[in-house]
T-cell receptor, first 113, second 114 residues
Framework: KQEVTQIPAALSVPEGENLVLNCSFTDSAIYNLQWFRQDPGKGLTSLLLIQSSQREQTSGRLNASLDKSSGRSTLYIAASQPGDSATYLCAGNYGGATNKLIFGTGTLLAVQP | DAGVTQSPTHLIKTRGQQVTLRCSPK?????VSWYQQALGQGPQFIFQYYEEEERQRGNFPDRFSGHQFPNYSSELNVNALLLGDSALYLCASSWRAGAKNIQYFGAGTRLSVL
């Protein structure tokens, strides 16, 4: 069964700290992996998409890595800011006839000013 | 360029009722997927529509049905509502089905079943 797990479930850090969010997936035959941000009660904003042939992707202060062999992805946030406070979700895409996403349960991040 | 739009934003129903949620895909997109997100959980795939047909379905009962119109917009229908159907329903669109095509999400419809 294809499952995605995120650890920790919640994280609180002081402003300015660098942090890492973890995502694990059970089936290494992943086609791509996507990181999303979700603000309370809102929809999903795509942050980064990593194809299975890539090792990492960067956007501003965000860097996401993908290690298929170990079934892991990490999202690195540099110099965190209070505006980064949100829930971060990772989702795996295993290809096939559709681009169905399998989501983790998310990490709730609070950046304290 | 409008993104993915969903209506209504909030909805309150009672058990046993039926509900219809609507989604307009991003301009240029022809594929619509629906997800259910219960409180504190990640979104769960309900089904995907492409060329007005259901292409794949997640582990949801037949009470959940959908439709795609010729203009690519989509509806999600839920019959005989249960308390457990209370959730945020998210619509995502992409150009063609297929793993390499990125999905863009709408803001969701919050359904409360009393």
């Amino acid at each position: 069964k294809q499952e995605v797990t995120q650890i920790p479930a919640a994280l609180s850090v002081p402003e300015g700290e660098n942090l890492v969010l973890n995502c694990s997936f059970t089936d290494s035959a992943i086609y791509n992996l996507q990181w999303f941000r979700q603000d309370p009660g809102k929809g999903l904003t795509s942050l980064l998409l990593i194809q299975s042939s890539q090792r990492e992707q960067t956007s501003g202060r965000l860097n996401a890595s993908l290690d298929k062999s170990s079934g892991r992805s990490t999202l690195y946030i540099a110099a965190s800011q209070p505006g980064d406070s949100a829930t971060y979700l990772c989702a795996g895409n295993y290809g096939g006839a559709t681009n169905k996403l399998i989501f983790g349960t998310g990490t709730l991040l609070a950046v304290q000013p | 360029d409008a993104g993915v739009t969903q209506s209504p934003t909030h909805l309150i129903k009672t058990r046993g009722q039926q509900v219809t949620l609507r989604c307009s895909p991003k301009s240029g997109h022809d594929t619509v997927s629906w997800y259910q997100q219960a409180l504190g959980q990640g979104p769960q795939f309900i089904f995907q529509y492409y060329e007005e047909e259901e292409r794949q379905r997640g582990n949801f009962p037949d009470r959940f049905s959908g439709h795609q119109f010729p203009n690519y917009s989509s509806e999600l229908n839920v019959n005989a509502l249960l308390l457990g159907d209370s959730a945020l329903y998210l619509c995502a669109s992409s150009w063609r089905a297929g793993a390499k095509n990125i999905q863009y999400f709408g803001a969701g419809t919050r359904l409360s079943v009393l």
